[in-house]
């Protein structure tokens, strides 16, 4: 009786979690999702289309850019070579590259594995543009540290899969293959070894602000040079996958199936502390992030994207419990995090996915007058049901209305948008612009002054407004006075 109650409960949390996802269709989801307790998928299940022009549907079986999951496989294979006794995480860079600069020579494994290494973010160009082993070792060691090593947050994963080459003297990802994806019985994950049908790859969409459409930017085996993966996203991202076989990498985990467990559990310890504004009490480990549940229990997860696509990992090992959620329309909607919350919690109810949010506002621009700009946040709140108090959006839309000559709506928008967030310097800067273009000199000369006013040292708009200014004839005194008000 007790396991069919549990099946009760499995099914309606099921259709609850569906239901969800099949309503946030409408809003622009689109994607794959598999969802597992106690060995039993609960929901496995695609979304939308993974091909408009074909009209094909996303399926279970649908492959996607898995982003910087990536770096769950890129930990496990160090660790493996841990477990091969090939490698210890306090090795230092200069034992694996002996052209290593002085200042980054004592870096340990366990610093590039916890994100403490003080190696600069921007190391490496962009992902899709190709580049050997060799050329991006030395471009990654140019560039200087961030911080201190140990200390100071820093890049790692890229390095990580050099060192993993280096060690275990094959192939990156053939090493990934032979070590971990085959014992896991992922057959459909990788860079570009799989024998993949192409059909199967997810298309990635992204909402085109300038053209005002929807375009496809088409799938990674496209964007890779030759069906070559460079070596600025190995490593740290780009790795292709399905849901079907994240799962699969969740039960070879639960199962202590691919590493000895001492060492799993080293890996899904934390180590240091995520040290961003909203972490809480999060920390690293070895490519998971942890963090303690509502319930007392842990939480180990990795989200990714490459830009276009996006993808989440969610554990609750204690619980047997996974959440894998992709997208192909790159939207951090905290999806994943809503059908956790309806796995554990049948009171709790998901926030709702929201449209892609500068489509809405060009919707509202295009189907009202200019007179009109003061009901946008309130048209945005009731279709979003949350407040339009993100100031990335107005502001490039403003600006293109002005670049597109239809002034009207480039003052009313811009206008809206200093109202909202009144502080941003920037902001009346453009204004400032808009004013002129549209001929309105005398509003345009307050808002200019507005913009000097909220200046710091690193005002970059305060070279446009002092040249309007002076363009209209202000007095250079007044100018200087109004930026060292800023100071």
């Not at 009144?422 to 345009?444: I, K, V």
Request: with cysteine; proline share 4%.
């Amino acid at each position: 009786m007790a396991q069919d109650d549990n099946v009760v409960i499995a099914e309606g949390t099921a259709e609850r979690i569906n239901s969800y996802l099949t309503t946030s269709t409408a809003n622009g989801f689109s994607g794959a999702v598999l969802v597992a307790r106690d060995d039993q998928i609960l929901l496995s299940s695609g979304y939308g289309l993974g091909d408009r022009e074909k009209a094909s549907p996303v399926i279970p079986s649908s492959i996607f850019n898995i982003g910087a999951v990536t770096q769950l496989f890129t930990a496990a294979a160090v660790m493996k070579l841990v477990e091969e006794g090939k490698l210890q995480t306090s090795d230092t860079l200069d034992q694996f590259f002996p052209l290593v600069p002085d200042n980054k020579r004592d870096i340990t494994v366990h610093q590039l594995l916890t994100h403490t290494s003080g190696l600069s973010p921007r190391a490496g160009g962009y992902r899709y543009d190709f580049a050997n082993r060799d050329r991006f070792v030395e471009e990654f060691f140019y560039y200087r540290l961030s911080g201190e090593p140990g200390e100071a947050a820093g890049a790692g994963f890229l390095l990580l899969a050099t060192i993993v080459e280096l060690v275990a003297e094959m192939p990156f990802e053939e090493y990934l293959r032979s070590r971990l994806l085959d014992p896991a019985g992922m057959t459909d994950s990788g860079y570009v070894l799989p024998d993949w049908n192409r059909d199967r790859f997810a298309h990635a969409y992204y909402y085109d602000l300038l053209s005002r459409d929807w375009i496809d930017w088409g799938t990674t085996l496209e964007q890779f040079s030759g069906n070559r993966v460079s070596w600025y996203g190995m490593g740290r991202g780009d790795m292709q996958s399905t849901i079907e076989d994240l799962y699969a990498w969740h039960q070879a985990l639960q199962s202590a199936a691919i590493l000895d467990p001492s060492l799993q559990a080293i890996m899904e310890s934390p180590h240091t502390p995520v040290n961003t504004p909203d972490s809480d009490s999060r920390s690293h480990g070895y490519g998971w992030r942890i963090e303690e549940t509502g319930r007392g229990t842990t939480m180990l997860s990795h989200r990714g994207s490459n830009g276009y696509y996006f993808a989440d990992m969610l554990r609750f090992p204690e619980e047997n419990a996974v959440v894998i959620h992709f997208s192909n329309v790159l939207r951090d909607a905290g999806v994943a995090e809503n059908i956790a919350g309806m796995l554990f919690d049948t009171a709790f109810k998901p926030s709702l996915y929201p449209r892609e949010k500068y489509e809405l506002v060009v919707e509202y621009i295009e189907n009202h007058s200019p007179n009109e700009a003061e009901g946008l946040p309130a048209f945005y709140e009731s279709v979003q049901q949350r407040q339009l108090d993100d100031s990335s959006i107005l502001h490039p839309i403003g600006l293109q209305l002005m670049n597109r000559g239809d002034n009207e709506w480039a003052v009313a928008l811009l206008a809206l948008n200093v109202e909202l967030f009144p502080q941003e310097g920037n902001f009346w800067d453009s204004l400032g612009d808009a004013y002129m273009t549209s001929g309105q000199e005398s509003q345009a000369v307050e808002s200019y002054k507005e913009s000097l006013r909220l200046g710091t040292n690193r005002c970059f708009w305060c070279s446009n407004a002092i040249s309007m200014l002076e363009k209209l004839g202000h007095d250079a005194d007044d100018i200087r006075a109004l930026q060292s008000t800023a100071q």
